[in-house]
């Protein structure tokens, strides 16, 4: 899991794909952080992200660096604990100027039965679930 948070991190941008009833909805995404053990992301409970998480929690994400690509598909699930929100923020704090933990807006959802794929075009995947 550590190889996966440090690959996100330096990766500076993930791509977040979700489904919105049969459509694929993609956008860029950069917040990543560990909190107790499991790998979290942040958005905003208004965006459309958002609802089609809730709507259907299962999603992707995608970053790419220096010739290797990671995925990470698994669980979208919200953790409400404002612990997990305060962790978010605190590993983030340039979002604390828009997002609070108690707006009602900020979320944060961990990664749930996760499979991480890293590949490239020279090497064979390696899996790594969690
Ligand atoms: C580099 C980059 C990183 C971003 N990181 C996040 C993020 O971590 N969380 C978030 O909610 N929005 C983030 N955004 C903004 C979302 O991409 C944007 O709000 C998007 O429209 C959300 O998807 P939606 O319109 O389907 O709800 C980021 C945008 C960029 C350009």
Redesign the pocket.
Known sequence: MQRIMDFLKSAG?YYLATIDGDQA?V?????INEFEGKLY????KV????K?LHANPKAEICAFKDGTWLRVAGTFVEDDRREARVAMLESYPELKAMYSPDDGNTEVFYIKDATATFSSFTAAPEVVTF
């Open positions: 941008t909805r956008r860029p995404f950069g917040t992301i942040q958005t905003g965006k459309d992200v958002s089609q």
